[in-house]
């Protein structure tokens, strides 16, 4: 079994150069995911004028790249609870917006022959439930009074017997590897600049009217700058305190028999999501579920035994070839937060997908480049990027930042109590004492011993060892670092301090 995502078989992605020289365009996007590389493409055929995107490693490397790849405007059972939160008219920009998504991912794969294997197939959220199915009866009413394709069936096309579940008609997958590299490929024949191993340090707004991203190398001016680096890094519009950040997990499977065609979703807890893997040949299935608030979690080991247990008790397993996992922001009214940051006109923002970013970061990139290139879009305003939400929302984050608040005075304190890394088996990592300070230290399979700092570099707060994904990881705003502190997921920009350790 491969400990890596499944989409790492996109071989043939083509890579980009780092930025070494300071340059001015029109816009500059900020994250090389669906997202931003969707919002470039989009960009350049509105005719905004010069487009540079610059991620901080490969494209495609972040969530985009640890996804289930569906894509579809169906989310879990969302469309009643929106339309009781938020009225029919809000309800329908969603609707509207994620249901183009979908079809959108199905016309620039078409139009750019982009070989991401996108296959249509119905999506289902399932119960087993006997007291949810007026739950379910709910959801398709709210979704067929918004003009989507959904009715209420009695299977799933899974091996056991459901209640119901809610089907939703022609939506897809596909191989988001591939469909990145392929949105790349236009990017770059559209003449935009693609910049690979390039993080943005800072992004401000100056008194000329332009915005500079500053990297480690060169700045780019800008006139308009798009931040879709999942959360919006540093301080920006403090989409870190609106939003919260989970960790779900993923394996790929060979079934000994076909695997179901349909997408599928329990609404029961806990979550089981399923699609087929068509790599697998036609008995390869991709499974996801589980999940944990980032750094809250010591070992996730546990979580991915639970989801191949469930796999191997539900389906005949022949093998497990791939086990992932995946980091997604959440808002606390489920919507994503996409247009003009509370801080300026000129910096954009899209985040909080809540593990529906494929259609919500295409339908993002719609309203994102209608807004680049001066005009307003019709969906915007349920997801209005300077809203608070209403009192249930605000409630939400109240609480969600007292606990954030926690995390900054108290910490997580499994301390080894030891003076130096000597007692750290091979593959064990753990916060030792350095005379009085706290050094996170692991030692690598070869005996190596690597040891960082143990404060977030994005506000201070202070870092959890993940065991089974060997990561220091920050439950305060879901910042991520490698043993070394490199950074493995924002809204930090700089890496950990590495700390010199006596290991004889
Ligand atoms: C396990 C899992 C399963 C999911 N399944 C589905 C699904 O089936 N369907 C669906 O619709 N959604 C799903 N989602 C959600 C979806 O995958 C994400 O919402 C979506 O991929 C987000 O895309 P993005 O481009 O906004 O972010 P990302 O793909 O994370 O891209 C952001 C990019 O910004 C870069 N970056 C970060 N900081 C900087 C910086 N300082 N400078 C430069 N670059 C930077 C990162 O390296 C990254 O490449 C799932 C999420 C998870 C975790
Ligand atoms: S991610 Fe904000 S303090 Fe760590």
Redesign the pocket.
């Known amino acids: 079994m491969r400990h890596a995502s499944v989409w790492t078989t996109a071989k043939d992605r083509p890579g980009f150069p780092g930025l070494r020289q300071d340059m001015e365009v029109d816009v500059a996007v ?7 590389l969707t919002t470039a493409l989009l960009a350049r055929r509105t005719g905004v004028g010069t487009v540079a995107v ?4 490969r ?14 405007s169906q989310h879990g059972l969302v469309y009643a609870q929106l339309t009781s939160r938020y009225g029919q008219d809000q309800a329908r920009m969603y609707a509207d917006a994620n249901q183009a998504g979908v079809e959108l991912v199905a016309a620039l794969t078409g139009e750019y022959g982009i070989d991401c294997g996108l296959t249509r197939a119905p999506a289902l959220a399932y119960t087993r439930d006997p007291g949810q199915r007026r739950a379910l009866e709910e959801e398709v009413a709210a979704a067929v009074r918004l003009g989507l394709p959904a009715s209420l069936v009695e299977s799933a096309g899974l091996p056991f017997e459901i209640e119901a579940a809610v089907r939703f008609d022609d939506q897809s997958h596909f191989h ?1 590897g591939r469909y990145v590299a392929g949105l790349a490929r236009a990017l770059s024949a559209s003449g935009a600049s693609v910049f690979e191993h ?4 800072e992004v401000e707004e100056h008194q000329d009217g332009t915005v500079q991203v500053r990297t480690a190398d060169a700045t780019v001016r800008a006139k308009s700058v798009v931040v ?3 959360l919006p ?1 540093g301080m920006i519009g403090g989409y870190f305190a609106r939003t919260r950040p989970s ?4 394996l790929a499977a060979r079934l000994r028999g076909p695997a179901p065609r349909e997408m599928t979703i329990s609404a029961d807890p806990p979550t089981r ?1 399923t ?1 087929p893997w068509p790599d697998g040949g036609p008995n390869g299935l991709i499974v ?1 579920g589980g999940g944990h608030e980032t750094g809250t979690e010591r070992d996730t080991q546990a979580m991915w035994e639970d989801l191949e247990q469930w796999t191997r008790s539900t389906f005949e397993v022949d093998s497990v070839e791939y086990r992932w ?4 922001y959440t808002t606390a009214d489920q919507v994503p937060y996409i247009g003009r940051s509370p801080a300026s006109d000129r910096v954009l923002v ?2 909080g ?1 809540g ?7 295409t339908a993002a990139a719609v309203m994102l480049g209608d807004l680049l290139a001066g005009r307003d879009h019709p969906w915007l305003p349920v997801f209005d990027a300077t809203r608070l939400g209403d009192a249930k929302a605000v409630d939400r984050l109240v609480k969600d930042n007292l606990k954030v608040g926690a995390d900054l005075v108290g910490g997580h304190l499994d301390r080894l109590r030891s003076h130096h890394g000597r007692h750290l088996a091979r593959g064990q990592g753990g916060v030792i004492d350095v005379d009085g300070d706290s050094v996170g230290a692991y030692r690598d399979a070869e005996g190596g011993l690597h040891a960082v700092g143990l404060t977030c570099t994005h506000m201070g707060c202070r870092l959890a060892w993940n065991a089974a994904e060997t990561s220091w990881d920050c439950g305060c705003h879901g910042s991520r670092y490698d043993p070394d502190g490199n950074i493995l997921n ?1 809204p930090a ?1 700089r890496p950990l301090p590495t700390v010199d350790l006596d290991d004889d």
């Open positions: 900020v994250g090389g995911g669906l997202t931003g610059l991620e901080a490693g494209l495609g490397q972040g969530t985009t790249g640890h996804t289930t790849g569906k894509v579809t988001p390039t993080r943005a340090l879709a680096t999942l890094i960790r779900s997990f993923g999501s699609r996801v996992s995946g980091q997604d899209a985040t997908f593990k529906w970013g494929l259609s919500n970061g924002g920009v």
